[in-house]
């Protein structure tokens, strides 16, 4: 599961939200992976910033869509859960971007074909 600010997201499975539940073990803000998934990815976002932890780029980098579109292969609900968690925490930690193209960015991508998304 992964925890953002109160979110609960279950990863790989049917996603559950729930808000202010507290603290959530391991502190705020932490993913771990789900096992028997594929394997943890340096390509993970940059807190506050919302850059991509491997390359540098802006998350998610095209790297970690193709991991995503992989992960969550039979499971597109799930898949735009989790992005739309992801996409409130930086609408809050990137307050001067332009709501549509954090939408693109995190979420339109992932009803695009690989081949429409160049």
Do not use: K
């Not at 096992?35 to 910033?49: D, E, L, M, Q, S």
């Not at 932890?53 to 292969?73: F, K, Q, S």
Request: hydrophobic share 40%; aromatic share 6%; charged share 15%.
């Amino acid at each position: 599961m992964c925890w953002l600010s109160g979110v609960v997201v279950a990863v790989g499975a049917v996603s559950v939200l729930a808000g202010g539940v507290g603290d959530p073990p391991g502190g705020a803000r932490e993913c771990r992976p789900v096992p028997g998934r594929g394997a943890v990815t340096t390509h993970g976002p940059v807190p506050r910033i919302w850059s991509c932890g491997g390359c540098g780029l802006l998350w998610p980098c095209p790297t970690r869509e193709r991991e995503l579109r992989a992960e969550y292969a039979n499971m597109p609900v799930s898949l735009a859960l989790y992005l739309g968690a992801l996409l409130v925490q930086a609408a809050e930690d990137l307050p001067g971007t332009p709501p549509g193209a954090l939408h693109r960015r995190f979420i339109g991508w992932s009803r695009l074909s690989p081949e429409t998304r160049q």
